[in-house]
């Protein structure tokens, strides 16, 4: 059994998509959780140090998150997720996360609090989070309260975002999607600086990961039958739903991530009518160069929306 008080989670990969549902199970169980700070230029260049170069730019600032962390809590939340439908899997990096850290980190004697399922396994959340309650010394009807909570905090949660994000799909300016996964989308050094570059230009900035998950999911099918990332059939699935709502859309990818290299040629080919730029983001400094592109992108949706291209 695991005795620890404080928890920490870095606030990269998955995070962004679970991070609501994670801190709310570990603290209505009575644990206390530290979240690493935003993302910045040195949690990266930390991050960078500790990992080999063909390592994606997320799991670079993973790692950056993760060092900020040490010394600071009892244990790091690292899970191992690997899907739980055979169609609907994960990318290697998440199902080896927890050996991964504790390999990097090793010199460090890093205290990992993991929780571990594949597609295989036939388990279910509830059943994960409940397995992980009682590793931490809770029970059952505890850890069962506790995850229902937390379950229901995070669809509060993700519900207010889609209620914020349907407002501005009615207003009238220049609607931008940013389609990617939610933790290059989100982080404050990747794609919170698209974000910023598009509200500077009056762009509504809408996000793929904001849409209904179920809704999407099921939407991807009609895309691809056979691609078997749970995250980019999100990605597809909520892009389908919402292109004909918005004036442009941006791919976002973090160099350099397999899925989405394969996924995302796809959808360029697939997607008819809307301009679509490919961004791929990666570990230079400054977002000038990005910055230009967009310029031209949003001048492009503007002259089509007056009339241009022969509409």
């Known amino acids: 059994m695991i005795q620890i008080h404080t928890i920490g989670i870095p606030r990269g990969l998955m995070a962004y998509r679970d991070g609501v549902l994670w801190k709310g199970f570990f603290e209505e169980l009575g644990f206390d959780c530290i979240v690493s700070p935003k993302s910045d230029r040195e949690i990266l260049e930390r991050g960078t140090a500790r990992a080999v170069d063909e390592t994606c730019l997320p799991f670079k600032m993973y790692l950056g998150h993760v060092m900020w962390l040490l010394g600071k809590c009892d244990a790091i939340f690292v899970p191992r997720t690997g899907g739980y439908n055979a169609r609907e899997k994960m990318c290697t990096r998440y199902e080896a996360l927890p050996d991964l850290i504790r390999n990097i980190f090793r010199e460090e004697q890093i205290r990992v609090l993991t929780v571990s399922y594949d597609w295989y396994t036939k388990t279910t959340e509830e059943k994960v989070f409940l397995e992980l309650g009682i590793s ?154 990005v910055e230009t592109r967009i310029e031209s992108f949003i001048d492009i949706i503007r002259y089509q929306k007056a009339g241009g291209y022969g509409n």
């Open 136 to 289: 931490l010394g809770r029970t059952k009807k505890e850890s069962k309260k506790a995850y229902n909570l937390a379950r229901k905090h995070q669809e509060i949660w993700l519900k207010a975002r889609g209620k914020g994000q349907n407002q501005a799909l009615e207003s009238d300016g220049i609607k931008v999607l940013l389609a990617g996964h939610p933790y290059v989308l989100h982080d404050a050094y990747m794609g919170g600086e698209l974000a910023h570059i598009l509200q500077k230009m009056n762009a509504e900035v809408i996000y793929t990961d904001y849409a209904d998950r179920e809704s999407a999911l099921k939407r991807s099918y009609d895309f691809s039958r056979v691609m078997p990332w749970l995250i980019n059939r999100e990605i597809t699935g909520a892009l389908f739903l919402l292109k004909k709502k918005v004036d442009g859309i941006i791919l976002v990818s973090a160099y350099p991530c397999g899925p989405d290299a394969l996924v995302n040629d796809m959808l360029i080919r697939k997607v008819k009518n809307i301009p679509v730029l490919n961004l791929t983001l990666d570990a230079q400094s400054g977002t000038a160069g």
